[in-house]
């Protein structure tokens, strides 16, 4: 019963169960080891060192009999002899005291033989300090009369008593070493089987983390598989009775939930994306509404009075013989009808770089000499069959005429290079005028992104704007140096016609 009720148990309570059996196991081995440390070792420690305690000491005590014996009163090296003497009295006496020490934790016979070897060195010791006195003064006689009156003979009562109190002292060791030995054994045997019980419960403890690891790891794949859209992953293993079994039930029921709601988000996202198409083409439609809106007010102004009184304004310089004045009134004119008939619609390049040319001559006549323009045009452009959206050229080289080139004193030059690149067309528009801080071209450039619909550029801001509505790789890249100048790159679509289409202004063109 109680292991069927252990069985039942939840698979925290069994892990905590198995680490709290565990500490005690682990707590009742280190007590055993304290225990044993106690009681046996450091015992036998004492004993083994109290030995060689002795042992030293008499070993001591024979060293300086010997050194006085064979020392040679009348000619021997006196200060050799004391230095020698000296250490081993001091060696001696530190064994002495630690012999002292342990006399109340002997046997009476050890006692008696440790109090005798303690009474007999007093008088050697001091008999041993007089010879040194007399042979530091030099009474070498003296201090052999000394030695061979009394200590000799109280040097050798001390030895006798060492070695009658080192062998009393390894009898008494050898029955207290076979009961500490026996003692010793029994804490081993008690030791094995409790670090064996350690053992099975260290096993116990890692099985029920590495359950509850292999299923924490089958809902963390499951989760990742989910997070990566995949809802359709096996279930995760619900059937232990216990937490991991609870969690994966709720996991496995919100898996199956998740699933149902994205089916939902996904009708309903479909729902959205079939009105916002049905938006998109009522906008487009409105769009076309505002444009011929746009278109029929355009048309309500009559372009033929201008066109009329400019001429006539023409006709009058020529019979005047303002010569510059006719051209520029023609420019202007000509400048004039492009900017009236253009809507948004796709125009020959060729177009383009004309009204580009009228705008220089009109510009030039304020600067003079100090302003001029070079064209770099591939020859694999066909400028006749190449289309581009109205007006996209023009505002890019006026901003170089009137920021790059206007502020600057020198006379400066605007270079338009006209390329293919891939299946783009690429036109730079570079100018060598003052050019651009790093602070006013990051401002320029984020104005690019979000165009103002007021203020200075607003030109550049509108080719840009229209060149993102193109998508694609069309854009307008700004690069400038302060007191180098200016660089700005167009790429949109090559778009190229074979066949008869009718321009803006209701001429025809050929296109192939």
Known sequence: MKWLSFRHMTLLNRIMWFVVAFAATLVLQIGISRYQTKSVLNPLEQRMYSIQSISRFLSDVEGCMDAMENYRWDYGDTEAFLADIRDRLTESANHLDWIRCQIGQVSEEQYLLANAARTTYTTFSNSVDQILTQLEAGNVDRAAEIYYSRAEPCGNYLCQYSRELLEQAIRDNQSAYSALTRRNDQLKRLQSVVLLLCFCLGVLVITALMALLKSVVDMAQAARAISQGNLDTPDVDETLEDEIGDMAKAFNE???????????????????????????????????????????????????????????????????????????????????????????????????????????????????????????????????????????????????????????????????????????????????????????????????????????????????????????????????????????????????????????????????
């Open 254 to 512: 919100m898996k199956r939930s998740m699933k149902q709601q994205v089916t939902l988000l996904e009708e309903k996202n479909e729902i959205e994306r079939e009105l916002f198409r049905k938006k998109n083409e009522t906008l487009e439609l409105q769009n076309l509404m505002e444009r011929e809106k746009l278109q029929q007010l355009r048309s309500q102004i009559n372009p033929h009075f201008l066109f009329n009184t400019l001429n006539v304004i023409m006709y009058t310089s020529q019979q005047e013989g303002a010569k510059k004045t006719h051209s520029l009134i023609g420019s202007l004119s000509r400048l004039f009808r492009y900017v009236l008939g253009s809507n948004d619609s796709q125009v020959p390049l060729a177009r383009e770089i004309h009204i580009v040319d009228e705008f220089y001559a009109l510009y030039r006549v304020r600067f003079g000499e100090k302003i001029r323009m070079n064209w770099n045009i591939s020859t694999q452009i066909d400028l006749t069959e190449t289309m581009v959206p109205s007006f996209i050229l023009q505002p890019l080289v006026e901003n170089a005429f009137r920021h790059g080139l206007g502020p600057k004193e020198e006379p400066g030059c605007v270079d338009i290079t006209i390329g293919t690149e891939g299946a783009m067309l690429r036109i730079t528009v570079a100018d060598n005028g003052v050019g651009m801080s790093a602070e006013d071209l990051d401002r320029l450039r984020n104005a690019l992104r979000n165009p103002p619909t007021t203020g200075e550029h607003i030109g550049v801001y509108n080719v840009a704007a229209r060149l993102r509505l193109l998508g694609g790789e069309c854009g307008l890249d700004i690069q400038s140096r302060q007191g180098t100048g200016t660089e700005a790159v167009l790429r949109l679509p090559l778009v190229v016609l074979t066949q008869e289409e009718e321009d803006p202004d209701g001429e025809t063109v050929d296109r192939g």
